[in-house]
């Protein structure tokens, strides 16, 4: 059973800073869990994956998010940690973090979501 935390998120005016936090527990996850990432959904929307971090590829960021949003965390430990920078109230949504289990392409695995509202 994989379990995901997640801390951080709130509200925040224009061009401020977020951080989020997720930590993956539960049995062998070293041989469960081969990828982590940090989708959203905004109201009226898709959900969307924005970062994404596996043990082959390393850490991809969405057309969205690049160059503002960043990345941390430790696979070995299971954390990601997300950093979000120059927000706009269309970074406004929940945001979820996820993993992959190593026997599925998808991601499969869902923390409950946290509240992101940026301000104009």
């Known amino acids: 059973q994989v379990r995901l935390t997640e801390s951080g998120g709130g509200s925040v005016q224009a061009g401020g800073t977020l951080r989020l936090s997720c930590r993956a527990s539960?049995?062998?996850?070293?041989?469960?869990?081969?990828?982590m990432a940090w989708f959203r959904q905004a109201p009226g929307k898709e959900r969307e994956g924005i970062v994404f971090?596996?043990?082959?590829?390393?850490?991809r960021y969405a057309d969205s998010v690049r160059g503002r949003f960043i990345i941390s965390g430790d696979s070995a430990e299971n954390t990601l940690n997300l950093e979000m920078n120059a927000m706009t109230p269309e970074d406004t949504a929940i945001y979820y973090c996820?993993?992959?289990?190593?026997?599925?392409?998808?991601?499969?695995?869902w923390g409950q979501g946290t509240q992101v509202t940026v301000s104009s």
């Open positions: 971090r596996d043990d082959i590829s390393g850490p």
């Open positions: 996820a993993a992959r289990r190593c026997s599925s392409r998808d991601y499969n695995e």
């Open positions: 539960g049995p062998h996850l070293r041989s469960l869990i081969c990828a």
